[in-house]
């Protein structure tokens, strides 16, 4: 194909996406998704590889083909039928996070030519604290998990595994709210991607998915062809898991030469007690999302740009952990610091690209309980500095890397939750000194209006944000809640119970700097 040719088939497909993703947020119940967009939504050819991603979340480029796979394995699926599932030992990331699969058939045709999907982030989905995000040992403890079922049959919802999704929830009109969201933009989907192919042709339509997928191959290629040969050694730590384990070692190897690269995580810690293991989808998104952020141009996230990177991950560790290991934290907190350790290494490869560590914690909040009769549960990730780069300073008060959110306006947070922003702030000063500062984080403090429970998942509040080329370390976060006037420091990784009037402050890392300061005369 032509490049003009093929830069209109994958604006039609990427628009497919993006229309879903339009539904989906505007349709759902939940700030989580309806406000910050914690989503994402993408077209799949008759294989389930990834043909066109809207600009969503990156943990989940890598990841939701995963999942497709996994459904078109697990359930025969029919025309107008949709699967679910959300297990993270089948291509997911965490529970909270549910998948949703379709097949889209053609008139008179026996079998898909495509797949439409989208994944959505479930502010409860059961577990033993409210938010799915626990202090836990092993998965069975973080709420609901769902190998592959049929949720919807010939355009039918299931009666028997909606029961079974919404009675494991503490929010149960939220949760169908969302649910339903999901399917109608499969509806949308899967309606506009048979429009496509009625004007087009099938024929057409599957050559522009296969040829899409070489075009982003190929750019992958060049983009490892344009970087030195040679071997890059990288490692960095976790905070510690909860538990009392500190200074878990995550470490890479990557190995550049002939267009392509081998990333090597053996030397990585073994999968730990605490939450914080990653599994192999989230490990395999942070790789593509580094390796694409290194390109000079824009490349289609599809499968095709996964094909020159080989990906090495030592089973039963921090970076591909076995079942059941809890990984609710692996999801949001270990993927940063697999990004962080990466672009250390890489550092040397591509020295005129790379910044300083940004943030490196989502800054996980999951608050729930009981207000005027009726239950509730909020789900946030929090901002931080973005790391100082070799040309332009960090950004400040900025979701980075793996986390593509938007924040929790405070005026949809305190429409719908029991709770009261008593400050939203830039922390200044957080950002690492040198020639380009690290952006600065966020301090973000909640009253609350009622009793609740609340757990926090949060990094780099022990090991600071690494600064590069002589650029200072960005400064740790701190967490705090206030109880009759008096504050109290609290662990990075903690479940704990408020009464009304106790407030929550969070205070986040900011980025490294970039860089020696220069001295004025």
Known sequence: MDAVALAVANQRLAAVAEEMGVVLGRTAVSPNIKERRDFSCAVFDARGALVAQAAHIPVHLGSTALS??????GVPL????????NDPF????????????????????????????????HADIGGMAPGSMPLATEIYQEGLRLPPVRLIAAGRPQPDVLAIF?????????????????????????????????????????????????????????????LPSGTYRAL?????????????????????????????FRGTAPQSQGPVNANLAVTRSCVLYVFTALATEQIPPNEGLAEPLQVIAPEGSLVNARFPAAVAAGNVETSQRIVDVLLRALASAAPERIPAASAGSMNNVAVGGAAAGAAFAYYETIAGGAGGGPERPGASAIHTHMTNTMNTPIEALEAYYPLRVQRYAVRRGSGGRGRHRGGDGVVREIEFLAPAQVTLLAERR?????????????????????????ARRLPAKTTFTVEAGDRLRVATPGGGGYGPVRRRR
Request: no cysteine; charged share 25%; aromatic share 4%.
């Open 90 to 121: 089948a291509g997911g990331t965490h529970l909270p996070d549910v998948t949703v699969v379709a097949p889209v058939f053609l008139r008179g045709r026996r079998r898909p030519f495509a797949y439409v999907a989208n994944r959505a982030h």
């Open 462 to 486: 022990r090991v600071a944000p690494y600064g590069l080329r002589g650029g200072s370390p960005g400064s740790p976060g701190e967490d705090w809640v206030v109880h009759a006037g008096r």
């Open 68 to 73: 497709v796979r996994a459904a078109i394995a």
């Open 236 to 264: 960095d730590v976790l905070d510690d898991d909860g538990f009392g384990a500190t200074r878990l070692r995550i470490a890479v190897t990557v190995t550049i030469g002939r267009g392509r690269a081998r990333i090597d």
């Open 166 to 226: 919404l009675a494991n929830t503490r929010v149960r009109a939220e949760r169908e709210g969302d649910l339903m969201a999901q399917w109608a933009a499969l509806r949308v989907g899967a309606d506009r991607l048979s429009t496509l192919t009625a004007r087009l042709g099938k024929e057409r339509v599957v050559r522009e998915m296969a040829a899409l997928q070489s075009y982003s191959r190929a750019l992958m290629r060049a983009t490892l062809a344009a």
């Open 78 to 85: 029919g025309p107008g039928d949709v699967a679910m599932l």
